[in-house]
């Protein structure tokens, strides 16, 4: 079977990136993946949406620790009869997906997110996987413009990474498709540190590609020049429709926020109106 049409493997990285999460310890839970969300764990929800989803074949969890996983009955239930495999979690967020990355045939297409992707769905995953499909690169990242995001939720505050021809949000869903893919990986690994400010990320690109973005001249597009040549690849990006899809659950106000969207669609689908 052809990467084209092949079902999507994922990656879920699910183990915390600091001890004593704050969101974990707000929830009273041993990790954050098991933070409940609408009275559901975070990462039971970014598997029932990636279950749903068309594009996706096998699911990986990357953490968290095994003995985190047998606090939960129905996670515990999943993996034990093998419907999701679980690896154990890396150092950090990167390593756990290059180490997973590495132990698949380069010939399987993979999706990359994260268990905190708590707002997480079938259609969100499909769009991603059927665009990045037909985009002829060799990895891309999911991108949501801000101003859709902050219409959306004008009460979040999210990462923006603001360019001359917009504002735009990271979305947690990635896409290796080739062989070479897997080399960006290893370079995720390289700026991990970095991932929440944006000019110490666009410094790989050269100077100057600092000097376009400090003067709001740097466009997406000659940012991802800049990141192909670097990574000896062709990079891409999805645009998201979705204003959900930029929502991850990174801090105490994020996991609230999430309830309090989830609360509205509850309302909304209640009362008929289709609330957003």
């Known amino acids: 079977m052809k990467p084209a049409t092949q079902p999507f ?4 990285l699910a183990a915390d990136r600091e001890v004593n999460d704050p969101v974990a310890q707000s929830a009273a839970v041993s990790c954050k993946a098991l933070t409940p969300v609408a ?4 990462v039971l929800r970014v598997l029932d949406a990636l279950a749903e989803a068309k594009e996706v074949g096998d699911r990986i969890l990357a953490g968290p620790a095994m003995a985190a996983v047998e606090q939960n009955a129905e996670l515990h239930s999943l993996v034990s009869a093998g419907q999701v495999q679980w690896v154990a979690p890396q150092a950090t967020t990167s390593s756990s997906a290059f180490s997973a990355l590495q132990s698949l045939p380069t010939g399987v297409p993979v999706l990359v997110t994260t268990a905190d992707h708590a707002l997480l769905s079938a259609a969100m995953v499909d ?3 059927a665009e990045a499909r037909n985009s002829g690169c060799d990895v891309l990242a999911g991108i949501a413009r801000h101003d859709l995001v902050a219409a959306a939720f004008p009460e979040g505050r999210r990462t923006v990474t603001r360019l001359k021809d917009g504002g735009y949000c990271g979305c947690n869903l990635f ?3 080739t062989p070479q893919a897997r080399l960006a990986a290893d370079f995720w690994r390289q700026v991990e540190k970095e991932r929440k400010k944006p000019l110490r990320i666009i410094k790989v690109m050269g100077t100057l590609a600092v000097l376009r973005y400090l003067l709001g001249q740097l466009t997406l597009e000659q940012a991802l020049a800049g990141l192909s040549k670097r990574m000896k690849l062709q990079a891409g990006v999805v645009r998201m429709p979705f204003a959900e899809a930029a929502v991850d659950v990174d801090k105490v106000d994020d996991w609230l926020l999430v309830e309090a969207i989830l609360a509205r669609k509850n309302q909304g689908a209640a009362l ?5």
């Open 9 to 12: 493997t994922t990656i879920i």
């Open 39 to 42: 009275g559901r764990a975070m």
């Open 127 to 129: 769009h991603f996987c």
């Open 175 to 177: 896409a290796f498709l």
């Open 272 to 276: 008929g109106t289709g609330a957003p």
